[in-house]
């Protein structure tokens, strides 16, 4: 598939998750019971999400992706390990609680949100090694060039 013609599904699909995320929110707000109220407002939320991901893979469609700036390779470093701990903690304590529940209404809800914690734990571990190897590359990157490009090849020079 070219990605003119990607580009074209994915431009429709943020605006269908769009109209969905709407449709349920909407829907939650009709009703009382507060496990599927909650539950319905999290699909609406994860369909906001599913846009957020397909704008930024239009945006990479179309080339206008920013590169990665020192500062949010800064920003990141500094924080990604916080939230993955918290992400396993919390995973541990939903598979807790989703386990020695036996309430049929909130075991669903637990393992809903268990579930989600996997998830936001995983993708918060590949984003992390995705900006450690960056940095590896560039650093890499810039003894290679140091090596190649000095007159004296990396040692010291006189």
Do not use: C
Not at 53 to 66: D, N, R, T, V, W
């Amino acid at each position: 598939m070219k990605y003119s013609e990607m580009l074209k599904i994915v431009k429709e699909m943020i605006d269908k998750e769009n109209e969905y995320s709407a449709d349920l929110q909407e829907l939650a707000n009709k009703i009382s019971n507060p496990v599927l109220k909650a539950l319905i407002n999290g699909i609406a939320m994860e369909s906001r999400k599913h846009s957020l991901f397909y704008s930024a893979i239009a945006e990479l469609l179309s080339g206008k992706e920013k590169p990665l700036s020192q500062e949010d390779i800064e920003i990141l470093s500094s924080s990604l390990q916080k939230h993955i701990d918290m992400e396993k903690e919390m995973m541990k304590l939903t598979h807790s609680l989703a386990e020695d529940v036996e309430d049929p209404r909130l075991k669903m809800i637990l393992t809903a949100t268990y579930l989600d914690e996997i998830e936001h734990h995983r993708l918060l571990s590949t984003i992390s090694n995705y900006i450690t190897k960056y940095i590896r590359e560039r650093e890499e990157e810039f003894w290679d060039s140091m090596w190649r490009d000095s007159p004296w090849r990396g040692g010291p020079g006189g």
